[in-house]
C-alpha cells in the first residue's frame, strides 16, 4: 500500500524565516498532493495541494513543490509567522483505492 | 452549512461497553471516512465508504463497523471498547479521495 513519510518530524525557525517540509511517497500512481494544518486541539483543514500534472503550486506565503520522478513534494512557507506554529500533515491520494494516505505529521515551532 | 458534525465531543467508556460515535454532512459528498489520531501516529484510517450503501476497511479497522445507510450520516461503532481505541476520532467527507477532506471538529474517547 502507499506509505508517506514526512521529514522532519519536528521543526523550529525564527519568526521571519522560511520553513520547508519534505513528504515521500512510494505509489508512482498517486495523482493528488494535500498539506493540511492542525493547531493544536483543532481540527485538520487543508491549506494548499497539488496534482499531479502542474510542478508547483504558490498561495500567498504558502507554495508546495512536486517531484514526480523523485516522488516527493514539499510545502514551503516563507516570512513564518508565530500563527504558523502548528502540526503539518501531508497526504497522497491512493489511486484505484479510493483512500488518502497520511503521513505522521511535522510539528513547526515559530520562535517570536 | 454546518459542513462536517460530530456527537459527542468527549466520552468515557469502560472496557467493554459499546458504543456509536455520530458523523453527519450537509454538503452532498459521496465520500466520508473516520480517522483515528494517537501521538506521534498521524492520521490512521479506519474505515471509509464512496456512496450510500458502500463501505470498505481503511488501516487500522479491527474493533469497528461502520455503516452508510444514507449520503449524510457516517456512524462509527465500538463494538467491545478497549483502552488501546482510547484516541481522538475524526470523521471526514469529500467529494472523493482527490479533493479536499473537510474535518469535523473530532471525538476525544477515552476508555478505562
Known amino acids: 500500500g502507499e506509505n508517506v513519510e514526512q521529514h522532519p518530524s519536528t521543526l523550529s525557525v525564527q519568526e521571519g524565516d522560511s520553513a520547508v517540509i519534505k513528504c515521500t511517497y512510494s505509489?508512482?500512481?498517486?495523482?493528488?498532493f494535500p498539506w493540511y494544518k492542525q493547531e493544536l486541539g483543532k481540527r485538520p483543514q487543508l491549506i494548499i495541494d497539488?496534482?499531479?500534472?502542474?510542478g508547483e503550486k504558490k498561495d500567498q506565503r504558502i507554495a508546495v513543490t512536486l517531484n514526480k520522478t523523485a516522488k516527493h513534494f514539499s510545502l514551503h512557507i516563507t516570512e513564518t509567522q508565530p500563527e504558523d506554529s502548528a502540526v503539518y500533515f501531508c497526504a497522497a491520494s491512493i489511486q484505484g483505492n479510493n483512500r488518502l494516505a497520511f503521513g505522521k505529521g511535522n510539528q513547526v515551532v515559530v520562535i517570536p | 452549512n454546518a459542513g462536517v458534525t460530530q456527537t459527542p465531543k468527549f466520552q468515557v467508556l469502560k472496557t467493554g461497553q459499546s458504543m456509536t460515535l455520530q458523523c453527519a454532512q450537509d454538503m452532498n459528498h459521496e465520500y466520508m471516512s473516520w480517522y483515528r489520531q494517537d501521538p506521534g501516529m498521524g492520521l490512521r484510517l479506519i474505515h471509509y465508504s464512496v456512496g450510500a450503501g458502500i463501505t470498505d476497511q481503511g488501516e487500522v479497522p479491527n474493533g469497528y463497523n461502520v455503516s452508510r445507510s444514507t449520503t449524510e450520516d457516517f456512524p462509527l461503532r465500538l463494538l467491545s471498547a478497549a483502552p488501546s481505541q482510547t484516541s481522538v476520532y475524526f470523521c471526514?467527507?469529500?467529494?472523493?479521495?482527490?479533493?479536499?477532506?473537510?474535518f469535523g471538529p473530532g471525538t476525544r474517547l477515552t476508555v478505562t
Open positions: 471526514a467527507s469529500s467529494y472523493s479521495e482527490s479533493y479536499e477532506q473537510y
Open positions: 497539488i496534482r499531479s500534472n502542474v
Open positions: 505509489d508512482s500512481a498517486s495523482n493528488y
